[in-house]
């Protein structure tokens, strides 16, 4: 198997939980023989680093230096995940299986790369606008939610960390509950489930 995992944090970058989520689910991965790339952001440590575990990271910076919020700067930076992961896509001979894409922020990066190589994704959720800023409908909150929903509609499936993300999920954006896994990372049974979904979601896979 052969996967990119987009996050907008990664260690030595961490911001919240989720950097050190995504480095231990990435490490398990290559544990498990899963060829696994990692696009993610960094002010001045860009391009491609072998990682000791076996990942492959490449980082990417905003080539627009100045912005009036964390929206604008995602919409920027995309372009430049985009054109990392498809360079991944055609050095591995276009043998990329899926992406593992984590919060809102890649999600334009990964539609895009969806449409562009027939290439599913599976959007694991950290958090939703909802609940950052709860009961706020201004632009800038309305925006977010919209590409949070985009995500949600574009995926092939959605991985939540507990039942009630996987029920406010559904009351937000009416996502069917048959598209959402649980997969709490504490559990005994972590990888294994991570495993199974990625194979129902890669390219080529029938589901029973």
Do not use: C
Not at 24 to 32: P, Y
Not at 162 to 177: A, C, H, L, N, Q
């Amino acid at each position: 198997m052969h996967v990119i995992v987009l996050s907008w944090e990664f260690p030595p970058r961490i911001v919240g939980q989720l950097a050190g989520y995504v480095k231990e689910l990435t490490v398990q991965l290559a544990k498990k023989n899963v060829e696994t790339n990692v696009v993610t952001y960094h002010d001045f440590l860009t391009g491609q680093h072998e990682e000791p575990e076996g990942i492959k990271t490449y980082r990417v910076t905003n080539p627009v230096r100045t912005h009036i919020g964390v929206l604008t700067w995602v919409l920027t930076l995309n372009q430049e995940v985009e054109r990392a992961a498809a360079n991944i896509y055609y050095n591995a001979n276009k043998q990329i299986d899926l992406m593992d894409v984590h919060d809102w922020h890649f999600i334009q990066a990964a539609v895009t790369l969806k449409k562009a190589f027939n290439l599913p994704f599976i959007y694991s959720v950290e958090s939703l606008e909802e609940h950052r800023s709860h009961g706020a409908n201004y632009p800038f909150n309305m925006a977010i939610k919209s590409i949070e929903w985009l995500g949600l509609y574009e995926a092939k499936k959605v991985i939540v960390k507990s039942e009630w993300m996987r029920d406010e999920v559904t009351r937000v954006y009416r996502v069917p509950m048959d598209k959402i896994k649980v997969i709490a990372p504490k559990s005994s049974t972590w990888m294994k489930d991570i495993l199974e979904i990625y194979n129902s979601t890669m390219r080529g896979a029938v589901l029973k």
